[in-house]
């Protein structure tokens, strides 16, 4: 029944867009019956959204991986930089969320640490829809920032790096043995604007993964046992991914291929000054409105990335 769901779910959209093609066709058909230039616009803006709704289309046919289709946990930490760096990762923070928005997702801040003087030295997201780890998956790596810092009273051009990582969320059909005796548990209290009663209780819930030292913490809900909860999901999400890296670097090394260490890769650059360009590194793609990028533009990024890894993994 899952199956049949799910492809329920992925025909609807096809469907949708052949009913709407069909009525722009028979209008037109009409228009140059009755020689009516007055639909004229109606059919280009109509013409225009239906190539909208065929890229994504398309591109939504190439995120075929095993977990494409699950939530996406977002991480974004803080480079070198001080307050620069920690306001770039806040700036990530909305660009995402409004992305997310865009594309009807929900978006939640589980956990984070707040710079000393503005933004995040690191901030943990769930990104809840379909596909949301095959789309963001394209986002893991170094970004990279060139302004004029409003926090340099000198108006210097500062550059500064954040660090962007995405795991799929795992749910319980996939087996990941995590044995309670592995486990340390800690609760405290949250660190964040909550109201009285997140600021007043121990809810907020660390677990410490002792295996591979890997620590997860929650602090956005306001009882213990939901921030448990969502603790153990992100949890589960990065040993999954933690495993299948392992498993990639064996079968690389007995292909005797290089592997190369993503985290520490710059994928793209947002330059502000001394000209405005969003340029991503590994498709060369390049968008000269830093600003509409900065508010969640980024499909045009994404889709270039996975037409070229799809590429690449055919060649």
């Known amino acids: 029944m899952q199956k049949i769901?799910?492809?329920?779910?992925?025909?609807a959209p096809w469907e949708k867009l052949t009913a709407e093609v069909?009525?722009?066709a028979t209008l037109a058909e009409l228009a140059v019956e009755e020689s009516d230039d007055s639909v004229e616009a109606e059919l280009e803006q109509g013409i225009e959204a239906a190539r909208a709704s065929l890229g994504d289309l398309e591109l939504a046919t190439i995120l075929t991986g095993e977990l494409d289709r699950n939530n996406a946990i977002l991480a974004i930490n803080a480079g070198a930089g001080g307050t620069e760096a920690c306001d770039w990762a806040e700036m990530l923070l909305r660009m995402y969320s409004?992305?997310?928005?865009?594309?009807?997702y929900g978006f939640q801040v589980v956990d984070s640490v707040?710079?000393?003087?503005?933004?995040?030295?690191?901030?943990?997201?769930r990104v809840e829809g379909t596909n949301a780890y095959g789309y963001l998956k394209a986002e893991v790596g170094v970004h990279r920032l060139v302004r004029i810092s409003p926090y340099d009273a000198n108006k210097r051009r500062h550059t500064s790096f954040a660090a962007v990582d995405v795991v799929p969320e795992v749910d319980d059909s996939i087996d990941i043995d995590i044995k309670p005796d592995d486990l340390r548990v800690e609760t405290f209290r949250s660190s964040g604007a909550g109201g009285q009663h997140v600021n007043k209780t121990d809810s907020a819930v660390r677990i410490t993964h002792l295996l591979t030292g890997m620590v997860v913490s929650c602090q956005n809900e306001r009882s213990q046992h939901s921030n448990r909860r969502t603790a153990m999901t992100i949890l589960r999400a990065r040993l999954y991914e933690l495993e299948r890296k392992r498993r990639q670097e064996e079968l690389a090394a007995l292909r005797g291929a290089q592997q190369s260490i993503e985290?520490?890769?710059?994928?793209?650059?947002?330059?502000?000054?001394?000209?405005?360009?969003?340029k991503d590194h590994r498709t060369s793609v390049e968008v000269g409105d830093v600003n509409a990028v900065?508010?969640?533009?980024?499909?045009?990024?994404?889709r270039a990335y996975l037409q070229a890894k799809i590429g690449s993994e055919e060649g």
């Open 114 to 125: 707040p710079g000393e003087e503005a933004g995040f030295r690191n901030v943990t997201t």
């Open 263 to 278: 985290w520490g890769s710059q994928i793209r650059s947002y330059v502000m000054q001394p000209y405005t360009m969003v």
């Open 5 to 11: 769901s799910q492809l329920r779910e992925f025909l």
């Open 294 to 302: 900065l508010n969640g533009g980024l499909d045009e990024f994404m």
């Open 22 to 24: 069909d009525d722009l």
């Open 98 to 104: 409004l992305w997310a928005e865009s594309h009807g």
